[in-house]
């Protein structure tokens, strides 16, 4: 076990680095719901984003949802943040943990514009009108521990994005775990995928 264990150790930077250096480079700039890039929760964000191995609260759902199949009680989060530019950001979690099937959660991300006026060549100062733009994102998150070291988690997002007259829409999901060690006085090692899903139509 120790050198399966070890030999993980050794491959996963090598796949890693392969991933990052092997990116499709055709769709440059065409890059959607980047809102959901914004980190949550305040010890996440303190800990400058190593938190995939440590979730285990209502933010979990962000960064491992793997995280919550520990939890034994009912969780609730709520954040709002001043965002560049004038804009805010807003997530809010529910963990509501099922005895003997599971855990499941519920999360709500928005990110809101203000009002900015509309230009056009001959009245760049505006022309009387204003429009908007937002993009909000709910899922639907389920996870559970196969056995006593071994948890795994999934999370399905619906994710729209506004401006003005235009709306797109698309799906996401995430896929984590999270495994349990004997190494090191219990070394806790997380994997996340997150925001995998279509193009926004």
Do not use: C
Not at 110 to 138: H, I, R, Y
């Amino acid at each position: 076990m120790k050198k399966i264990l070890i030999l993980l150790f050794l491959i996963y930077p090598a796949v890693l680095e392969a991933q990052i250096f092997n990116r499709n480079v055709s769709k440059t700039g065409t890059v959607a719901a980047t809102f959901l890039e914004i980190p949550v929760g305040a010890s996440a964000i303190g800990m400058g984003g190593a938190f995939v191995s440590v979730a285990a609260d209502a933010s979990a759902l962000y960064w491992n949802a793997a995280g919550i199949a520990s939890m034994q009680q009912m969780e609730f989060m709520a954040q709002h943040t001043n965002w560049l530019a004038g804009t805010g950001f807003d997530y809010a979690a529910l963990i509501l943990p099922l005895s003997g099937i599971g855990t499941f959660g519920f999360s709500f991300t928005s990110l809101n514009m203000p009002d900015m006026k509309v230009t056009t060549v001959d009245m760049p100062q505006g022309t009387g009108e204003f429009f908007s733009a937002g993009d909000m994102a709910v899922g639907v998150s389920y996870a559970m521990s196969l056995t006593d070291r071994f948890s795994i988690g999934f999370n399905a997002k619906y994710i729209q994005q506004k401006i003005w007259h235009e709306t797109a829409s698309g799906f996401a999901v995430d896929f984590s775990t999270l495994f349990r060690t004997d190494l090191l006085n219990g070394l806790i090692i997380g994997a996340a995928i997150s925001n995998f899903g279509t193009s926004m139509q």
